[in-house]
């Protein structure tokens, strides 16, 4: 156990693009009650555009503003010309969610086409490493870290203290009642899903720098962002985020400490285990469903 | 609705029985076998996650076919290929199987990708009597015991796997880590790499690792790696799990030799892995893509012109070889083609050397040609050659 | 489309398709691959579009029972077992295990449930790449030819496997539409479109989720046979999450809950990629975009959205306009609800009940008796907790602290709602909560089996769920809108056929929530005629209403509370009367709220 500090330092490295794919998760899911399930391929569809950018020589800084504006545009996009349509309620619940996940197939099909399958390498931002409680870190690793963190502080304050965050907070809990004190719904929706893509933009460009970018950039992060959502509850923003860490940290500790070979697993039966004794997560909210 | 039905359904059942007797008229020659052409099917995976190893493999072919086409085909005849897309999932390789021989009507099988979703047509293609030939990927019972059918020449990753441990061994490394992606598959290829050890070193120890198959988060396992302290570690699985592994080791600062096998012998590697895979060894299936070969130039020039849009690489280059020892050992096929000649044709390589690949002999009891590789190390960003060919199963 | 007839159309698609693809000769070995995976896909999507529609719990991880099954089925046949042993089988360790997991759905919410049974579909994934023993691992396994015992058929060739599979979806199919529109499927429904409601009919939610989770996974089973046979070669890859969010596209595309949905679902993810092969690399771009489109312009799916355009093509969306009086007379409903209601032996009795929510206190120590027999209304202005009591007699609030709260000998705090059904507690609600996707007269049949036992067991004269249904449909004169569901009919009937659910229910003691609120004049007398028979009859009634005079004019005794205190209780001229009643209904001004009380 003499690692114990630098895994778990490696588990929060891996877990902020976790906590910020859950983040978006929830913010859309707050904002218009639908699970996006096209969220992880939308960031690396704003990747693949940045990658386009910085192959004509955008600097790297531009080219991820590039893939976080595209996909909070795309996201805009997608509530208004897919999601939207189909009208509110619980009624449209899967069928939003099974939409979205026809747009996931539709972009991953795109990005092949477009780009080819292979993977292309980015240059990472900061060349070299630095040492965090013994273990050896990449500076781009750090800087990912870091930046996930500074948005995620963004956002909180986003929410607490300007106008729109807090009249969007006020219309998650309660549209109707948004409505009636004059705040535009559709405004609110698009704002949450431009945030909410354009974060998991910001975790997938990184996660591109690490790896490289390629179609499936964000399948095996996304499968635990959605782990850290159900750890801390689907409609709670902190919950999200550090259910996404708790995540990092909890992988990194059964890969080094358990088996390396059923470390999704072993995250998998924690969050099982979690979901019976706390079936809104641990800082979720039960949603009110009408007796 | 119902009477209007009905025609349909008589009208549809006269056709299919006309267009069975159709079939039945041409039935003198084989399936897929005219006077200038011999129609072959192939499947792969097009899309999907799996097509980083699909597409090129069928670039290669295409280049083989494309040139061998332009020089006149074989006796007279062109070969015509049709490609089918699994998407690497089973029930859809069936249905191309199916497909491409009930409604297309080949000859054969040609260079299919894919091991798990080729097994799965194999039922059919059995009770159809359909060959199989060339194809990119296998497992060790689609040639122990022989199976009629199969004919192949890509060096088994078992095989592989044993001529890295005795590579290791012979080069004196005493401390084997073989990490290795924990699903049946790669743990069977794994496990041939401690008697290549033994082979060559009879004290080395030799340490299995199981890591989830999909982890790209190496970080906990490298510091694991660290307190094993290996000498040598010889990694089973892909390239972007070897990359973030020799990444995460290089992060850590640990000293080792790293050894993959040949399934890992792509550019895409190098590019994915820069620095921290420098010095890495492996055994390729062919000569290297910038080999001054005759051959492997053929290969350069016919993928530019067929594929355009495929740089050389190993996957292509070593469909391209397999393409070429197919179509070797459709020539020595007796006349009339059909499926029973094909595989007798094909019985009849005897150290046919592709240029390519390693040496091929292939018998009645032996459907696998070659069990050669190249040893190769990874050089100023390049793969660079080590020697010649060398048999896996020998003691070299 | 009666149901004897849509069976026999389905045993007779299930036939066609089957002589198609099993006449030798007629088509192809690539259109019976077609055929037997649109059979395989249907039954697994079947499965999953059943259990949504019928109970509204949606599943991701069907393809972990339709792996059991085939792997099961991989095992087996190389022992030699036949195919009927390994089908029953497979279904019925399919459906213990679908059994365990929907008693835990009630827990969650649905997206929560899905979420969970995605983690299924992972955990059977990961079992399938680790027992290799079993499952041949990630490198896949052969399946030997199927055995049929009944035919005596030594092994079947592939062929006879999309035959087998084709019956396998017949049987699926006929299954499926056999315990939809039956009792079970009704009950599903109820608990569906009122999870509270069903309780007080004597519904377990729990067990009845439990139930179609246990058949559908069962069901699912079957297509891992399908698939075991049909391909004769078992790989992972055909059974992980990716498939089951397919299913999930087959289902919502099809549109959950229809029989001709499911299968057009599985043609949907079956011949969309089959028809696209001709382009390369297209069949992605195909798939994703008509599930987007199709979605979009059909939005409930494409079996309900085109038949509800038929609907209104054909004219029956427009329902007769329906607003005649009620003309049915005491002494009739007394004998409807003689034949129906055992009289009341016992009395409900409430001592010291005290029910605090947080710091508020709802009820604070009250108690009020009903005698065997008689009426009692409970009055009291809005907030005095009146509809609390009646929670806490249901069973869907608990009591703070409670002296009694019995029902002649039995403790009822002890009940679950379900048991206090059982014991002859019904009730009626204040908005109807009728059961949404059911027609009155299949509501009426359900709570009528459920009724039964109640029925024996008070010695009345046995009749069938569907004749009990007949006579309160008669009785109340409910027959232009027995077949009819709860959101097309006016809000006055929904109230009569809430009472005609008690009815259903065989119970003794029934308490009616506001039973005359909301109704016009013509419809107050019809209720109370209903009430005045059931008081004939000899059951217990505890009425709560604001329309006090309603309450005065049925009931024996009268309570009164207010703010969760007991403020009075006496005859009904005690009560009308007494001043602490003024003073809460109306404040101090006595003459005119003795006015506005008898307006009232």
Not at chain 3, 399 to 419: E, K, N, Y
Request: charged share 15%; hydrophobic share 50%; glycine share 12%.
């Amino acid at each position: 156990m003499h690692d114990l500090l630098p895994v778990i330092a490696a588990g929060i490295v891996s877990g902020s693009a976790y906590a910020l794919l859950a983040l978006g998760i929830v913010i859309i899911f707050r904002s218009t009650d639908t699970v996006n399930f096209a969220i992880g391929d939308t960031a690396t569809l704003g990747v693949f555009v940045s990658v386009t950018a910085m192959q004509a020589g955008a600097p790297v800084a531009v080219a991820l503003l590039i893939a976080i504006t595209f996909a909070g545009f795309f996201g805009v996009a997608t509530e208004r010309l897919l999601v939207r349509p189909l009208g509110p309620g619980h009624k449209s619940l899967f069928i939003a969610l099974v939409v979205t996940i026809g747009l996931g197939l539709l972009i991953h099909a795109a990005i092949g086409a477009i780009w080819g399958h292979r993977p292309i390498t980015i240059a990472p931002m900061v060349p070299g490493t630095v040492s965090v409680f013994g273990v050896a870190l990449t500076w781009n690793k750090v800087i990912a870290t870091a930046i996930a963190i500074v948005a995620m502080v963004f956002v909180a304050w986003f929410f607490r203290f300007t106008t729109v965050g807090v009249a969007m907070r006020a219309s998650a809990e309660d549209h109707f009642a948004a409505r009636v004190v004059g705040i535009n719904p559709g405004r609110i929706a698009a704002f949450a899903w431009a945030l909410g893509c354009g974060l998991a933009a910001i975790a997938a460009f990184f996660l591109a720098m690490e790896t490289s970018a390629n179609a499936n950039l964000t399948i095996s992060a996304l499968f635990r962002a959605f782990a850290g959502v159900f750890l801390g509850g689907l409609t709670s923003m902190p919950g999200a985020a550090v259910g996404g860490f708790a995540i990092g940290i909890l992988d990194n500790i059964a890969g080094r400490y358990l088996s390396a070979n059923y470390r999704d697993t072993i995250v998998f039966a924690v969050i099982v285990a979690v979901l019976f004794i706390k079936p809104a997560g641990f800082l979720g909210a039960g949603r009110k469903e009408r007796v | 609705m119902s009477k209007h039905f009905m025609y349909r359904l008589a009208g549809a059942a006269v056709l299919a029985a006309s267009v069975s007797i159709a079939s039945l008229a041409v039935a003198q020659d084989a399936p897929g076998v005219s006077k200038d052409e011999i129609k072959l099917g192939a499947w792969s995976a097009l899309t999907g996650q799996f097509a980083v190893y699909g597409v090129p493999g069928v670039a290669g072919q295409t280049a083989y076919y494309g040139s061998l086409n332009e020089a006149g085909g074989i006796n007279g005849r062109k070969i015509t290929v049709i490609t089918e897309d699994h998407a690497y999932n089973p029930q859809q390789a069936v249905a191309a199987a199916r497909k491409l021989v009930d409604s297309d009507q080949v000859l054969a099988i040609q260079g299919s990708y894919a091991t798990g979703p080729s097994a799965a047509t194999f039922p059919y293609l059995e009770e159809q009597g359909v060959p199989y030939i060339m194809p990119y990927g296998g497992a060790l019972d689609w040639y122990e015991p022989v199976r009629p059918l199969i004919v192949g020449a890509q060096t088994l990753l078992d095989y592989q796997a044993r001529a890295l441990g005795r590579w290791a061994g012979k080069d004196g490394f005493k401390n084997v880590l073989v990490v290795h992606a924990a699903v049946a598959a790669f743990e069977k290829v794994a496990s041939n790499v401690e008697p290549g050890v033994r082979s060559a070193s009879q004290d080395a120890k030799v340490e299995m690792m199981p890591v989830k198959l999909g982890t790209t988060d190496y970080a906990p396992i490298a510091l694991e790696i660290a307190g094993k302290k290996p000498d040598a570690i010889v990694f089973i699985g892909t390239i972007i799990e070897l990359s973030a592994m020799a990444k995460e080791l290089k992060q850590q600062n640990v000293q080792t030799q790293l050894f993959t096998y040949g399934g890992n012998v792509t550019n895409d590697l190098i590019n994915l892995g820069g620095e921290a895979v420098e010095g890495l060894r492996s055994v390729s299936l062919s000569y290297t893509i910038d080999s001054d070969q005759p051959a492997v130039q053929e290969y350069r020039d016919a993928l530019a012109k067929f594929a355009p849009n495929e740089k050389p690489d190993y996957g292509s280059l070593l469909t391209y070889g397999l393409a070429k020892i197919a179509a070797e050992g459709i020539r020595l096929a007796d006349e009339p083609l059909t499926r029973e000649s094909l595989v007798k044709g094909f019985e009849k390589l005897k150290d046919y050397d592709s240029g390519i690949l390693g040496k091929v002999t292939i018998t009645p009891e032996n459907h696998l040609g070659t069990t050669q590789v190249l040893r190769v190390e990874i050089k100023d960003g390049k793969w660079s050659q080590i020697g010649e060919f060398i048999d896996s199963l020998g003691e070299w | 489309m009666s149901p004897l007839l849509r069976r026999l159309l389905i045993l007779a698609v299930g036939i066609g398709a089957g002589a198609i693809a099993g006449i030798p000769g007629l088509i192809g070995g690539y259109p019976q691959f077609v055929m037997a995976s649109v059979a395989f896909f249907s039954i697994v999507v079947l499965a999953v579009s059943m259990v949504a529609g019928l109970t509204g719990i949606w599943s991701l991880g069907h393809m972990a029972f339709v792996a059991l099954g085939a792997y099961l089925a991989a095992n087996l046949s190389a022992l030699g077992v036949p195919v009927e042993v390994i089908a029953v089988s497979a279904f019925a360790v399919s459906a213990a295990i679908g059994f365990v997991l929907g008693l835990s759905a009630g827990r969650f919410s649905v997206l929560y449930f899905g979420l969970l049974t995605m983690a299924l579909s992972l955990a059977a994934s990961e079992v399938i790449g680790h027992w290799s023993d079993y499952t041949g691992g990630d490198e896949g396994m052969p399946v030997a030819p199927a055995r049929i015992f009944l035919l005596g058929i030594g092994s079947l060739g592939l062929q006879g496997a999309v035959v087998l599979t084709i019956s396998l979806a017949t049987f699926a199919f006929l299954l499926a539409d056999i315990v939809a529109h039956g009792s079970l499927g009704r009950k599903w429904l109820a608990v569906k479109s009122q999870r509270v409601a069903s309780t007080a009919i004597g519904l377990k939610p729990q067990l009845e989720n439990a139930k179609a989770f246990s058949l559908s996974a069962g069901i699912a089973s079957l297509a891992g046979l399908g698939i075991a046979y049909s391909i004769s070669y078992l790989d992972p890859v055909g059974f992980d999450l990716h498939v089951g969010v397919q299913l999930l596209v087959a289902t919502v595309v099809g549109g959950a809950g229809s029989l001709l949905g499911a299968l057009l679902g599985a043609a949907f993810i079956v011949v969309v990629p089959e028809m696209a092969r001709s382009v390369p690399s297209v069949s992605m771009f195909v798939f994703g975009l008509s599930t987007v489109l199709i979605l979009l312009f059909l939005r409930k799916g494409i079996v309900p959205t085109v038949s509800a355009w038929l609907a209104r093509l054909l004219g029956r969306g427009q329902r007769n306009s329906v607003g005649e009086a009620h003309a049915f007379k005491a002494d009739a409903v007394a004998d409807l609800v003689r034949q129906l209601l055992p009289a009341a032996t016992d009395a409900l009795e409430v001592k010291d009940l005290s029910v605090h929510f947080g710091g508020v206190r709802a009820l604070d120590g009250v108690g009020l008796s009903v005698p065997a027999g008689k009426a009692v209304g409970l009055i009291g202005p809005n907030g005095a907790g009146k509809t609390t009591l009646l929670n806490v007699l249901s069973g869907f609030y608990q009591a703070t602290r409670a002296d009694a709260v019995t029902l002649g000998d039995t403790d009822l705090t002890t009940l679950p709602t379900h048991g206090r059904a059982a014991a002859g507690f019904g009730r009626t609600f204040q908005h109807a909560e009728l059961f949404g996707e059911l027609t009155l007269r299949d509501m009426f049949e359900t709570t009528a089996e459920l009724g039964a036992a109640r029925r024996k067991a008070g010695g009345l004269p046995a009749a069938s769920a569907a004749e009990v249904a007949q006579r309160i449909i008669d009785g109340l004169g409910l027959s232009a809108y027995a077949d009819l569901l709860p959101g097309e009919l006016p809000f006055g009937i929904q109230k009569v056929a809430d009472v005609g659910r008690v009815l259903a229910t065989g119970a003794s003691v029934i308490a009616l929530d506001e039973p005359f609120a909301g109704l016009d004049a013509a419809e107050r007398t019809a209720i109370r005629t209903i009430l005045q028979g059931m008081r004939q009859a000899g059951v217990s009634i505890l009425i709560i209403d604001h329309a006090v005079q309603e309450v005065m004019d049925i009931s024996d005794r009268v309570v009164a509370f207010e703010f969760g205190r007991l403020l009075v209780e006496g005859l009904p001229e005690e009560v009308r009367h007494h001043p602490e009643v003024l003073r809460a209904y109306f404040g101090t001004s006595e003459v005119s709220a003795v006015k506005k009380v008898v307006a009232a």
